[in-house]
């Protein structure tokens, strides 16, 4: 008689659950530190606020810590499960990739419930401090929460392929670094300048992230004659085409990394 005749194999909505109810488990040690985190700067806001420092408006741009934060949140989703460790996966009556992928988005989900959580309360500290909320475009605002969506899944499918992720992406700060000290000020290293325009291009990480996309303005000045320089603008189409890239690499990557994971 077949194993499956006896038991029956969960429901994904079991198995969603029990995901969710595992991953927020095994995040309760980083949301009671960066609950205490937020905490903490909440009440210098304040104390600064009656010490007569100003109020604090709420922008777009606070979100893109958040975002840059869900980069390394996968690294606490699958902590203590290297690939060396995910041998018992291969026991549950879920298979292996449909589990992985049920681990990620449990994770995504309270992801982003962290961080609707914390534009809330930014937004309730900001009343409180008497500012306002900032009236930018909708795409600046969705920046940051599509920009952490995108990282995340980056984050996950790193964690599922690598032993040690934290050192992929150290590597890449420092490596970064490098590559800028030796491009100089000028930055004309052909390197230097393809890790550049990932990070910062036009539909580079910063531009998905802030919904500005960066422009060469010329312009004269009875001084100094025409002046040339680099800024950036909000561009709803730049930044559409931006996000459809990021998402679509980190979802393919995302599911690439579930279904092959490297062998216990």
């Known amino acids: 008689m077949e194993i499956s005749a006896v038991h029956r194999l969960p429901r994904r909505a079991d198995v969603a659950r029990e995901q969710l109810r595992g991953v927020g488990l095994a995040l309760r040690r980083e949301a009671t530190v960066a609950a205490g985190v937020l905490a903490l700067a909440s009440i210098l806001i304040v104390w600064a606020q009656l010490r007569g420092e100003g109020a604090l408006d709420l922008a777009p741009e606070m979100g893109i810590p958040i975002a840059l934060l869900a980069l390394l949140l996968p690294m606490a989703v699958w902590k203590g499960e290297g690939p060396a460790s995910r041998s018992y996966h291969h026991a549950m009556p879920v ?34 401090t008497g500012g306002w909320v900032d ?43 490098f590559l800028r000290a030796l491009a100089g000020p000028g930055g004309d290293m052909p390197l230097f300048r393809a890790a550049d325009r990932v990070l910062s291009g036009r539909y580079g990480l910063y531009t998905l992230l802030s919904g500005s996309a960066p422009v060469h303005v010329h312009k004269w000045n009875d001084l100094y004659g025409e002046v040339n320089y680099a800024t950036r603008v909000p561009n709803a189409g730049v930044w559409m085409v931006s996000a459809w890239l990021w998402i679509a690499i980190a979802i393919t990557l995302f599911f690439w990394a579930a279904y092959r994971q490297p062998e216990a």
Do not use: D, Q
């Open 135 to 177: 009236s930018e475009p909708w795409f600046r605002w969705a920046g940051p929460v599509v920009g952490a969506v995108a990282l995340y899944l980056l984050g996950t499918a790193l964690a599922l392929r690598a032993v040690h992720p934290w050192r992929w992406i150290g590597g890449a700060v420092v490596g970064h670094t």
């Open 95 to 128: 298979e292996i990739g449909a589990h992985a992928v049920a681990r990620g988005l449990a994770g995504l989900v309270w992801m982003l419930g962290a961080a609707g959580a914390y534009f809330g309360w930014m937004a309730l500290v900001a009343a409180g």
